[in-house]
């Protein structure tokens, strides 16, 4: 038999030789992949799936908490509402306004109806509120039905309540007030001294832990005295330093008070300080009364 033909036909040259071999190496290695390696992804994709879905489950509860907590109120006063907590309850900045400028009085609202009248505030925001709204006591005894006695024919004895001045008062003036113990009377005269002077009123309620009976007893018997010393905060010359000492400011706020003031310069009023971050713009009022702009 003549294999001639055959030989000839398998004769490669070396460079087709070297591309032969190259050919089926590829081969080998592309059947060793597929009979070694395991393409099969349901099991990872299985697993992956469950890891995605117990987070999610953990993500929707810790969601479900956020909404329970974050919307939770408790009662207060209505005579006692901040710039803040009354924009928190939906109130239009007028209708805040009302309510401070009535309070400046030295005047209080005792009812739902009251409210509504004073501040304007509409039927469906009021319903939102006053289910929350606390009055004293005294406001609930004094709608109990006594019956009318004429005294027109009887002597008459006006007793007037002579307020005494809150800078002066002292520990055993503080404790005669209903709901005002001798902690809170410790807390009332440390924080006097932390400001150096009450300038208002209105920072009675700033006192940590006193309740709205317990303010509302202290503006009965206590006012602002007509001689108040301050030694008030030079704004436009104080340093970081000497700012931060402020109660009202913190570290972080007196560096922007300062960089503010290098930037665009002196300060001429309390509206100049309200562009500025972080400044407590509910107290405003109070702290132009501790701040020297000369």
Known sequence: MNFQPVYKFFNYHKEQR????????VIFCMQGVVFFVDFNTENVDSHEKQQWLSLQ????SLK??????????????????????GYTL???????DRLHAYREKNKYVNSAEEFQALTKVSDSLLSTMVSYFKFPEWVKNKK?????????????????????????????????VYGVGEAYSKRILNYRSMVGAFV????????????????????????????????KLDINNASIKEISKFPYFNYKLSRSIVI??????????????????????????????YLDFN
């Open 260 to 289: 503010y003031r290098s930037m665009n310069g002196e300060f001429k009023n309390i509206e100049d300080l309200l562009d500025i971050k972080g400044f407590p713009v509910d107290k405003a009022k109070i702290i132009a009364l």
């Open 90 to 96: 939906g109130m239009s900045v007028k209708e805040i």
């Open 64 to 85: 479900r908490s956020k909404e329970a907590t974050f919307y939770k109120r408790y009662p207060f006063n209505p005579n006692f509402i901040s710039d803040y907590k």
């Open 57 to 60: 489950v953990g993500i929707d």
């Open 144 to 176: 109990s039905k006594t019956p009318y006695i004429n005294y027109s024919d009887r002597k008459r004895i006006k007793t007037t309540l002579i307020k005494q001045d809150i800078n002066a008062a002292t520990a055993e003036q503080l404790i005669k």
């Open 18 to 25: 070297k591309a032969l071999l190259l050919l089926l190496t």
């Open 200 to 231: 208002s009123m209105d920072q009675i309620a700033e006192v940590w832990g006193l309740s709205d009976d317990a303010v509302q007893g202290v503006r009965e018997r206590f006012e602002i005295g007509e001689r108040i010393v301050v030694n």
